[in-house]
């Protein structure tokens, strides 16, 4: 019996959008940087996850001051955290399905960005008050570590769970290895796993 859903939060429920990119030069625009290395510290921010096995803001930064020769402080990426929670507001298709499912089942967020930035976002949507728990990846193990899963193991079996995102090898593929449910949130239909094209067919479907 299904009792908890799991679920990604970037591109899965929120959509990935150009505004990041805005609220980066927005947080650096006092440095006077040029675009191009604006761009190379969003790349890296993007492949955070490939530099260790938890999100930890000192060592994050001073990857990207190594890399790119700058001397960047911590606090800006405090800063970016913060620009990042305002990026969406409500959206009445994903704020219904979440209302319906929390009237069903208990429902997280397992991400690997900031906590705080995601929980901001799910505040600014309406929709944070429906979920038990947000884990972010200064909190815990980044997917696909299947050490990030085990918070959700402690409180239910693994049948009892079901992970909804949008990377196949991050998300999905773990999930199941564990013995959870999954749904993977793409454009296409696969043969392999269960598939969804929009958050709105949840209601069909569970």
């Avoid at 510290?41 to 938890?54: A, C, Q």
């Avoid at 069903?104 to 309406?126: H, I």
């Avoid at 693994?158 to 993977?184: H, V």
Wanted: proline fraction near 2%; charged fraction near 30%; include cysteine.
């Amino acid at each position: 019996m299904l009792k908890a859903i799991i679920f990604d939060l970037d591109n899965t429920l929120i959509d990935w959008d150009l505004i990041y990119l805005k609220q980066l030069e927005l947080v650096l625009k006092d440095y006077n940087f040029s675009k191009e290395t604006i761009l190379k510290i969003d790349d890296i921010l993007g492949m955070h996850t490939t530099i260790d096995e938890t999100l930890n803001i000192n060592k994050l930064v001073d990857y990207i001051n190594a890399k790119l020769n700058l001397n960047l402080p911590a606090e800006f990426l405090i800063q970016l955290s913060i620009a990042q929670q305002d990026c969406y507001k409500d959206n009445p298709e994903v704020n219904d399905v979440i209302k319906y499912l929390a009237s069903k089942y208990d429902l997280y967020v397992l991400s690997n960005w900031f906590t705080e930035t995601q929980k901001g976002r799910l505040k600014n949507m309406g929709i944070l008050k429906y979920f038990k728990e947000v884990i972010g990846g200064d909190q815990n193990y980044y997917k696909p570590d299947k050490r990030a899963y085990q918070f959700i193991l402690e409180k239910y079996k693994p049948n009892e769970c079901l992970f909804i995102g949008d990377d196949i090898e991050k998300d999905i593929i773990p999930a199941l290895e564990l013995g959870m449910q999954a749904i993977w949130k793409n454009n296409e239909k696969s043969n392999n796993y269960q598939t969804i094209n929009e958050i709105k067919e949840l209601k069909r479907i569970l």
